[in-house]
């Protein structure tokens, strides 16, 4: 079993920055691929972006392509997402996840495909 726990949302003004942490504990091995999405009220959760156990296979949703980075340190299990350039519309709770296999291109967007998930943690941008 593994267990996901974000931390670092907050309130934000436009235009700022913010990182978030998602500490993963359990099997690692569990964890091939991981991921963040996003929902606001009354929406569907939003893929946001993806991270391979490697690191160097990332895929992002186009609203957030160049502003965000995701990120992972796989000695401390700890999955990470920078988000600069703020927007209101960036306003959401935002979810860790992760999945036990590779994860390859569009497939990245899909919930489905992951098989753990954390409780979130809310991100607001102000105007």
């Known amino acids: 079993q593994v267990q996901l726990v974000e931390s670092g949302g907050g309130l934000v003004q436009a235009g700022g920055s913010l990182r978030l942490s998602c500490a993963a504990s359990?099997?690692?091995?569990?964890?091939?691929?991981m991921a963040w999405f996003r929902q606001t009220p009354g929406k569907e959760r939003e893929f946001v972006a993806t991270i391979m156990w490697s690191g160097d296979i990332t895929y992002y949703s186009d609203s957030v392509k160049g502003r965000f980075t995701i990120s992972r340190d796989n000695a401390e299990n700890t999955l990470f997402l920078h988000m600069n350039s703020l927007r209101p519309e960036d306003t959401a709770v935002y979810y860790c996840?992760?999945?036990?296999?590779?994860?390859?291109?569009?497939?990245?967007?899909?919930?489905?495909?992951?098989?753990?998930w954390g409780q979130g943690t809310q991100v607001t941008v102000s105007s």
């Open positions: 996840a992760s999945s036990r296999r590779i994860v390859r291109g569009m497939e990245a967007a899909s919930q489905s495909v992951y098989d753990y």
């Open positions: 359990g099997r690692a091995f569990s964890n091939v691929a």
